[in-house]
C-alpha cells in the first residue's frame, strides 16, 4: 500500500580512540561523509545513484528491498533521465529516485507541458508501479540553492541516524528547494516518527512522504530474513 501525504512541512584537548565512538556516531559520520562525496558529485555536474546496502566502518546498511527491485530501481532511474532530456530537449532540472519501483521526480520543469511529457515518459519504463511527479513549473534552481539542500539532506539523514527507536537506512531522503521527500518501505509508526523527525531539522521547509507502508507483521518477516545482497554501480 502506498501512502502519500505532506504534514505541516568532545571536550577541548580530549582524545577520542575509534573503539570510543559509538555505532550511531560512526554511521552518523559515515552519513555525512557520503553526502559531501556526493555534493562533489552534483556540483561538478556529474550524474550519481546509490542502489542497495553499503559497508562502511564495518556495519552494512540494510536495504529492505530485495536484491531485484534494487537492480530494477537503478535501471529505471538510468532510463528516467535518458528519457526526460528526451522530451524536455534539455530544458528545466529534473531529478529521478526509484525505490521498490515507486519512481519520484523532483526539480523544475519550464513548462506545464513538459511535465506532463515527463511524467507520460516515465510511465512508459518497464517495471514502474507509480510515480510521483514533483516537479514544479519554474526557472531551474540556482547553484547555491542545490547546494543548501545536499546540506538540508545530510542533516535529516544524521538526525535519523541518531534517533534511537529508527532504523535510519530505512529511509531515502531527497531534498528540493528545502521541501524534504522521504521514501523507504516502513510502518505506519516509522513514517511518522521519521516525518517528525524530518521536520525538526533546520532549513527543512516542508516534508513530503513518499512511503510504501508496510504492516508490523511484515516488518518482523523482513527482519527475520537474511539482508539482500548489496549492489555494487
Not at 575509534?18 to 550524474?47: D, E, I, K, N
Not at 504492516?215 to 539482508?227: H, I
Amino acid at each position: 500500500m502506498m501512502a502519500r501525504s505532506r504534514p505541516g512541512a568532545a571536550g577541548a584537548g580530549s582524545v577520542t580512540t575509534r573503539s570510543a565512538v559509538s555505532g550511531p556516531q560512526r554511521w552518523r559520520r559515515a552519513c555525512l561523509a557520503l553526502s559531501a562525496v556526493a555534493a562533489l558529485q552534483a556540483l561538478s555536474g556529474c550524474v550519481g545513484l546509490v542502489v542497495g546496502g553499503a559497508v562502511v566502518g564495518g556495519m552494512v546498511a540494510v536495504d529492505r528491498r530485495t536484491s531485484g527491485a534494487q537492480v530494477e530501481d537503478q535501471g529505471i532511474e538510468l532510463k528516467a533521465i535518458s528519457r526526460i532530456r528526451e522530451v524536455t530537449g534539455g530544458r528545466g532540472h529534473a531529478s529521478v529516485t526509484s525505490y521498490n519501483r515507486v519512481v519520484l521526480v523532483t526539480g523544475e520543469a519550464a513548462t506545464e507541458e513538459d511535465k506532463q511529457a515527463v511524467d507520460q515518459a516515465i510511465q512508459r519504463i518497464e517495471n514502474v508501479r507509480s510515480i510521483v511527479n514533483e516537479l514544479a513549473v519554474m526557472e531551474p534552481s540556482s547553484l547555491g540553492s542545490r547546494s543548501s539542500d545536499l546540506v538540508v539532506t545530510s542533516k535529516v539523514k544524521a538526525a535519523l541516524i541518531d534517533a534511537a527507536d529508527l532504523q535510519a537506512s530505512a529511509y531515502k531522503v531527497v531534498t528540493e528547494r528545502g521541501v524534504v521527500h522521504l521514501m523507504g518501505r516502513v510502518t505506519q509508526r516509522e513514517a511518522d516518527r521519521g516525518a517528525e523527525v524530518a521536520r525538526a531539522v533546520g532549513g527543512v521547509k516542508r516534508v513530503v512522504r513518499v512511503f510504501e507502508v508496510i504492516t508490523e507483521a511484515e516488518l518482523a518477516k523482513l527482519q527475520t530474513q537474511p539482508p539482500a545482497t548489496p549492489q555494487q554501480k
